[in-house]
């Protein structure tokens, strides 16, 4: 695949969570609770972003470059939209931002193309969904559950729709204007999830609890992209070591490479079986607040 060792780890972490909702739904699916297949097909979009993400789904324009911020900086990788570019093009020539700032910007970027391929992905299985059910001569129970699924998946396609607008306004006001020094949150999914969340229906009081939890979900984040640099750093390191012939440093550069790698493996799961909580709450509350 020539992935960078970051990009291993995070490919390890989404299988594992991939794998651990298969055997859920295999558990649900042997007592009888889907029968309607939508947790089936949710676990197929969800395989199937994946694949993208990685450029395992055989299509050579999707596979994302091996990029490695460290080494080769932000400009090995593209953001597969005009409107990005052009963003992101005037907010590094604007002055505004320091190196760091940058770094954190293009990580919001990137995000950003992340939700449009997942939108994108998803409109796709719901325009298939649909050819099919318009060729149902018969009305049945069945189709009528399928509606409901439907309308399930347009209600999500709407939500993730939202989302994409809301990140994209602020992406043009950051490139902009330059960051917000007063900002509360500086990771980007935390800060879609903060934006989703003042939009759903809690009470003053569980919002203030849900804004506690996301400081500590963005120490996480914080906390895993620390790892990610460091395992970049081992990786650079281990390849020069190589070279040089000494069997000892060799193998002490080894050691810390395969604890680095297996940390950022472990931390890039916990954070996104983490963000799956959250975005499962915020959205039952946008959902409650459409009933």
Known sequence: LHLSAVKLAELHSDLKIQEKDELSWKKLKAEGLDEDGEKEAKLRRNLNVIMTKYGMNGKKDSQLVDTNYIKDGTESDTLD???????????????????????????????????IREYNILLETVSRTEDIHKNVINP?????????????????????????NQGFERLRKVSHQGYDTTSEFEEPRVIDLWDMAKSANFTEKELESFREELKHFEAKIEKHHHYQKQLE??????????????????????????????KTK??????????????????????????
Request: charged share 40%; proline share 1%; glycine share 4%.
């Open 140 to 164: 049945s129970e069945e189709n009528l559950v399928k509606e409901e699924i439907l309308h399930n998946k347009h209600r999500e396609l709407k939500e993730k729709l939202r989302s994409i």
């Open 266 to 291: 472990d931390l890039g799961y916990k954070v996104k079986k983490h963000l799956q909580d959250l975005s499962s709450r915020i959205s039952q509350g946008l959902q409650h607040n459409e009933l």
């Open 233 to 262: 750093i081992s990786h650079q390191k281990l390849k020069h070591v190589e070279g040089t012939g000494d069997k000892d440093h060799l193998n002490r550069n080894k050691e810390k490479y395969a604890m680095l790698q297996e």
């Open 81 to 115: 939209d005009p409107r990005l570019e052009k963003l992101w093009s005037k907010a590094k020539t604007s002055g505004k931002f320091s190196d760091e700032e940058l770094d954190k910007l293009w990580r919001e970027f990137k995000h950003h193309k992340e939700k």
